[in-house]
């Protein structure tokens, strides 16, 4: 047995537990921020050179101050907003122990246009371990749903359920994913 070697595989592994409860809390804190209109704790939550786009590719920024503004100019469309997190899963790069990949489910509630709306996303990030804190490098938003409230028990079944903008639109999954796409044809 090799006691230091054990020490440094088990200080890795408390490091890993540690580290997906910090990106929970991070995730989490994300969905407060959000709804509570906190825009220097929502910034503090990226790396000052994150990314943040969406899967249908209407929104793309780089760079922390770039996206407090664009979520300025998102609220300002928006009246109360209600996020919530579900699942989150988290992989650790082997190779950097302060890198990680996670994705995760969420749904929220807003008023967008004079209207109720409903969502359910994925978030597909990249997490980031800089001075010890984790933070978000880069996400991508897909949503499966974003809709009037009033439309959701027909729009649920319908793949056009983009319908936060005016018109209905496809959404990004999971029709558009090679699995549905091979689950279909078989």
Known sequence: MNAPADLAAL???????????????????????????????????????????????????????AIVEMYKVRFR??????????????????????????????HAECFRNGQAMVAAMRYDDTYRREGGAWRIHRRMLSYFYYMPVGEYAEGLGSPMRMRAYGDRRPADYPEKLPTWTTWEQA
């Open 11 to 65: 200080a890795r592994r408390i490091d890993r537990i540690e580290s997906r409860t910090a990106i929970a809390e991070l995730c989490t804190t994300y969905a407060r921020a959000c709804d509570d209109r906190d825009m220097a704790l929502l910034g503090s939550l990226f790396t000052e050179d994150c990314t943040f786009e969406s899967r249908d590719g209407s929104r793309f920024h780089t760079g922390r101050h």
């Open 77 to 106: 469309a928006l009246g109360p907003t209600y996020h919530w997190t579900h699942d989150l899963v988290v992989r650790f790069d082997e190779a950097d122990d302060d890198l990680a990949r996670g994705q995760l489910l969420g």
